[in-house]
């Protein structure tokens, strides 16, 4: 079990990247207020609220009673039809009237209106006048009609809201989708380089081979991250603009890995044979050599999302991102921005943190299994260093 554990949280994370969050009733849509903190943290604090009451002709009135423990809310707002009657509000010191005009019904405790209809200034908070103290509350409709009254208070899903009020737990979820399409794509292409241009600069050598290899040596003594931004910053900041940039600078390491394997088996006996039969140099390749870098190739593959990943996310927290998607990186790009740090809203500092974290852990950890089974001495080495702690 603990073995697989790797494997476990993977299919984990793509289930809820292929799911999404509507899956899960999550939405990221501004739906609460700013920071809005975790449900299930400070239970002082109230949650957001919703009252419903509908009356029709076979009956007269409705009432939606409230028993509220908590401090005022930090908005209120009533929306729905009225076609006859009144809407009231109870508390216990005293009722308003909210409406009494037939016709569609949109208030909120915000708009100046409102609070001049509840007899209180422009510059008071109408929700502490609608809920000045603990106790039974009670929203009434006398008539017919539909209304609705939405209270917000400090606290909303599972991990909260961001400066927007936009679900934290919603853009955790797409931003697995993101990190996992950014980090898969651009090193699968980025190996796709490396195999090609390695099998070619071992295979072929001599001036092929040097030309190749010097590009690789210039290309790796290039400071990758502003290299990335500037190209960032010129060609775009579309989602898969940035997978390219992302696997054109990341391809070098696998070719220096495959052309060694190359010119280690070019060579061979058995290759010799192979030319001595007749055999075109791509047969060769893509049917020879090709499968004998495979394991390693795999290993490669897993070792480089995380790179991948958090190239992403430090461009993304620099704001070279596209802003429309909602990446870990981007997320934690808006929490510093816009004073996650200095309201206290840890829940947006967090998630994508310990997200990103997670994903590149379980990448490596895989990738180093992966790297076992492709190196017998690896694994060896391994076992050895399990039994050594096992007898300390």
């Known amino acids: 079990m603990r073995r697989n554990l790797s494997a476990i949280l993977l299919l984990v994370l793509l289930l809820l990247a292929l799911l999404g969050p509507g899956a899960f009733g999550l939405n990221d849509g501004a739906q609460a207020p ?126 909260g809201t961001d400066h927007r009020g936009r679900d934290i737990a919603a853009l955790f979820v797409r931003g697995i989708r993101v990190s996992l399409i950014v980090g898969i794509a651009a090193t699968f292409i980025a190996t796709l380089l490396g195999l090609s241009f390695g099998l070619l600069s071992g295979y072929a050598g001599g001036l092929t081979d040097a030309l190749i290899m010097r590009a690789v040596d210039v290309l790796l003594s290039i400071p990758t991250l502003p290299i990335l931004m500037v190209v960032t910053g010129i060609w775009g900041k579309g989602l898969w603009n940035l997978v390219v940039i992302l696997s054109v600078f990341s391809w070098m390491g696998t070719a220096r890995t495959v052309r060694a394997m190359t010119l280690s088996l070019r060579d061979a006996p058995w290759v010799e044979g192979l030319r001595a039969l007749g055999a075109r140099r791509n047969y060769i390749l893509f049917r020879h050599l090709v499968p004998e870098a495979l394991p ?50 840890w829940w947006m500092i967090l998630p994508p943190g310990l997200g990103i974290c997670l994903i590149c852990l379980i990448f490596m950890d895989i990738g180093r299994k992966l790297e076992e089974r492709a190196d017998p001495r690896l694994a060896q080495a391994a076992r050895s260093g399990a039994l050594k702690e096992a007898e300390v």
């Open 296 to 345: 390693l190739l795999l290993a490669n593959v897993a070792l480089g999302v995380p790179g991948a990943i958090l190239s992403e996310a430090g461009l993304a927290f620099l704001g070279l991102s596209d802003p429309r998607v909602p990446s870990w990186g981007r997320m934690l790009h808006e929490a510093h921005t816009f004073g996650a740090f200095t309201n206290g809203a």
């Open 34 to 159: 700013p920071f809005s903190k975790p449900s299930w943290l400070d239970g002082a604090i109230a949650s957001t609220i919703v009252l419903d009451a509908m009356a029709n002709g076979n009956s007269n009135s409705a009432t939606a009673p409230l028993a509220w423990e908590h401090s005022a809310p930090i908005r209120v707002s009533v929306s729905g039809r009225l076609e006859s009657g009144e809407i009231r509000w109870a508390t216990p010191s005293g009722d308003f009237m909210l409406a009494n005009t037939p016709g569609e019904v949109d208030l909120d405790a915000r708009d100046i209106p409102f609070k001049r209809s509840l007899g209180i200034s422009p510059f008071d908070s109408a929700p502490n006048i609608l809920f000045p103290t603990r106790g039974e509350y009670a929203l009434s409709l006398t008539g017919t009609g539909e209304v609705t009254m939405r209270i917000e208070g400090g606290r909303w899903g599972l991990l």
